[in-house]
């Protein structure tokens, strides 16, 4: 199986800032990277597909970008409804894998 | 409403059996390639099973390979998890998800809610 490293695995941060947050792949997956927000007691929900296409209703502030088996999310000015944890996901196979997920949390 | 609903989940001993249940309602279900994913508590979600909108191919995850069967009625918009000599390392909420439409092996757009799988003695 791919398996994707994501950093930092916790991140502390305030409203305004700029974040970024990196996906590793263990080997190329072209540009099926995935990203998604889950908050407590919640499914995850589809942020970025296709490394940098935006979900629809998702706010523009969130961009990714990448290809191979590097990629990044960034957040461009990080606000109260953000934090949340975010998880990487690769499906360039049916055997979809995901990060093991980075803690976006008040600084 | 365009949504899943996730039924079946509850606890059971090592070695026991489950069947879980998932309703889709408010899209074209039997167009769509469908999953089941598992999150353990405090962990990240991981990808347990898929099953193609004709019902083959399917695929499972090695972790469930030989104990766990996806499959699915399209007339009645339901996907299942028959999942079999159950251990304590199966213990997690299970996601029904659905592949972003458009391309075989996607994203998943559409989550259910989950239903709680714990297996203990």
């Known amino acids: 199986d791919i398996q994707m490293t994501q950093s930092p695995s916790t991140l502390s941060a305030s409203v305004g800032d700029r974040v970024t947050i990196t996906c590793r792949a263990s080997?190329?997956?072209?540009?099926?990277l995935a990203w998604y927000q889950q908050k407590p007691g919640k499914a995850p929900k589809l942020l970025i597909y296709k490394a940098s296409s935006l979900e629809s209703g998702v706010p523009s502030r969130f961009s990714g970008s990448g290809s191979g088996t590097e990629f990044t999310l960034t957040i461009s000015s990080l606000q109260p409804d953000d934090f949340a944890t975010y998880y990487c996901q690769q499906y360039n196979t049916y055997s979809r894998t995901f990060g093991q997920g980075t803690k976006v949390e008040i600084k | 409403e365009v949504q899943l609903v996730e039924s079946g989940g509850g606890s059971v001993q090592p070695g026991g059996s489950l069947r879980l249940s998932c309703a889709a309602s408010g899209f074209t279900f039997s167009s769509c390639e469908m999953n089941w994913v598992r999150q353990a508590p405090g962990k990240g979600p991981e990808w347990v099973s898929y099953i193609d909108s004709s019902g083959t191919p399917i695929y499972h995850a090695d972790s469930v390979k030989g104990r766990f069967t996806i499959s699915r009625d399209n007339a009645k918009n339901l996907v299942f998890l028959q999942m079999n000599s159950l251990r304590a390392e199966d213990t997690a909420l299970y996601y029904c998800a659905r592949d972003q439409p458009g391309r075989a092996r996607g994203p998943f757009d559409m989550w259910g809610q989950g239903t709680m799988v714990t297996v203990s003695s």
């Open positions: 080997q190329s997956i072209s540009s099926w």
